[in-house]
T-cell receptor, first 112, second 115 residues
Framework: AQSVTQPDIHITVSEGASLELRCNYS??????LFWYVQSPGQGLQLLLK??????LVQGIKGFEAEFKRSQSSFNLRKPSVHWSDAAEYFC??????????FGAGTRLTVKP | AAGVIQSPRHLIKEKRETATLKCYPI?????VYWYQQGPGQDPQFLIS???????DKGSIPDRFSAQQFSDYHSELNMSSLELGDSALYFC??????????????FGPGTRLTVL
């Protein structure tokens, strides 16, 4: 069965520091992979997605993610975090709505 | 650009009451998805519609029903509300094109509180 694991429930980084949010998945085939960001009380906003091709994906707000098939991972990175990046981040995998699975989320706190 | 619209944004109901949540997809999007996100939980897929027909069904309780109308808006009807139904309900929409397959655009959500 497909599943998504985000090992870090909560991460705190200083503003300007680099960030990496981990995502591991279990899926029978090559999945479609997504990272969403959710600000408090807001809907999910798509940061980036991977369908096929280049395994390093660029997204909005300076985020990028790398698909590593051998590690079943799709980690999200940003070289320099801004205070406005504080939010909840969800990794998702799936090829259809029925098998779309979200991770439990990682809450990012940014210290001044 | 137009986004997914959900109404109401907040709703407070008593136990055993009914509630109706509405979702207006992005123009020209023909697929609507409903998700439930409990406090501190990840979004759980409930149900989806494509061209006014139910396309997929997830963990939607029997007390809930939904439909998509001719103008593509969708309504989620919830009856016999329970305390555990308190959650953020997201609607998402997508257009079935080659380069946006399965890319769902989410609305801001309706926060339902059952007292």
């Amino acid at each position: 069965a497909q599943s998504v694991t985000q090992p870090d429930i909560h991460i705190t980084v200083s503003e300007g520091a680099s960030l990496e949010l981990r995502c591991n998945y279990s899926y029978g085939a090559t999945p479609y992979l997504f990272w969403y960001v959710q600000s408090p009380g807001q809907g999910l906003q798509l940061l980036l997605k991977y369908f096929s091709g280049d395994t390093l994906v660029q997204g909005i707000k300076g985020f990028e993610a790398e698909f590593k098939r051998s590690q079943s991972s799709f980690n999200l990175r940003k070289p320099s975090v801004h205070w406005s990046d504080a939010a909840e981040y969800f990794c998702a995998v799936g090829r259809s709505s029925r098998d779309m699975r979200f991770g439990a989320g990682t809450r990012l706190t940014v210290k001044p | 650009a137009a986004g997914v619209i959900q109404s109401p944004r907040h709703l407070i109901k008593e136990k055993r009451e009914t509630a109706t949540l509405k979702c207006y997809p992005i123009p020209r999007h023909d697929t609507v998805y409903w998700y439930q996100q409990g406090p501190g939980q990840d979004p759980q897929f409930l149900i989806s519609f494509y061209e006014k027909m139910q396309s997929d069904k997830g963990s939607i309780p029997d007390r809930f029903s939904a439909q998509q109308f001719s103008d593509y808006h969708s309504e989620l009807n919830m009856s016999s509300l329970e305390l555990g139904d308190s959650a953020l309900y997201f609607c998402a929409s997508s257009g079935d094109t080659l380069y946006s397959y399965n890319e769902q655009f989410f609305g801001p959500g309706t926060r339902l509180t059952v007292l």
